[in-house]
């Protein structure tokens, strides 16, 4: 089923005289777009064009499923109607230009934007059957089945061991506290570090420790998903890399979905990836999405090419 994710959903397009998915991939855009993506300013992105989607080119399930996703907050419209898998136990990279939409996006995957007055949310995220979007599912539930690690390591001024053991105390954890510790420390490529000093505060960490703390204390609840807001863009290129092994380690157990500002970052670790791009009236939409490579190796969308060759964003 998760393979004809968009089979269905050229199936399910609106109009029968629109061209197919297939028949837009292959159209170039029109020369004026070409001309204002090159220039970096002025895309114009139209809002009836739908994103082109490469192919899956693997057998894989999807852990979620966005059909629509609209985020707004007040009556400014931050992204419009994306339409996105995320396929389980691979690691999805959403990538854009500063104020595209991709922290408003990852947000929405976790409820975190209920968080935020005034934010509100259309379309649908299907997730195990249920529409996470939904006021009726319990946004707290969806938290801690799918995680989320920000970009500046946020520590509890706890001890370590408290860090990992405190969500997941209060998730009303009642199995082996120490074990439960040990795994997920061990899970975010830590352990070695810390293990005769977990008594230690955790902002007594270096950064790109604190960062692998804040993995383990995410995947001490264990979660499905775990969410990454550019997680190591305040890190050295030591500390990234360890972040980047470890997202690759993770990914055999769990989906992760990453933002990230980094092109090299996205190539290394991520399996798919989507390029968000906002135009001049500043909504965010989804350009392109498919497996990284075919992205990154042949991007069909012009504005995708500028991008991910640095020429603007
Ligand atoms: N809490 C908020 N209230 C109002 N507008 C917001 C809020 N957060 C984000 N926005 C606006 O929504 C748009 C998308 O912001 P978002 O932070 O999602 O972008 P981003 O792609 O993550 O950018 P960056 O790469 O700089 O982190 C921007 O125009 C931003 O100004
Ligand atoms: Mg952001």
Known sequence: MARNFFTMMKSTAPSATEPSTAERTVAPPPP????????????????????????????VEMALELRDVSAFYGSFQAIDRITLPVPRNRVTALIGPSGCGKSTLLRCFNRMNDLIPGARITGRIDFGGRNLVDPNVDAVEVRRRIGMVFQKPNPFPKSIYENVAFGARINGYSGDMDRLVEDSLRRAALWD?????????????????QQRLCIGRAIAVQPEIILMDEPASALDPVATLKIEDLMRELAEDYTIVVVTHNMQQAGRVSDYTAFLLAGEE????????????????????????????????
């Open 32 to 59: 004026s777009m070409k001309q204002d993506a090159a220039a970096g300013v002025g895309v114009h992105l139209d809002p009836t064009l739908e994103a082109v989607r490469h192919d899956f080119t693997e057998e």
């Open 193 to 209: 570090e810390v293990k005769d000093e977990l008594d230690k505060s955790g902002l007594a960490l270096s950064g790109g420790q």
């Open 282 to 313: 500043r909504v965010g939409r989804l350009v392109e999405f498919g497996p990284t490579q075919d992205i990154f190796t042949n991007p069909l969308d012009q504005r995708t090419e500028d991008y991910i060759t640095g020429r603007y964003g």
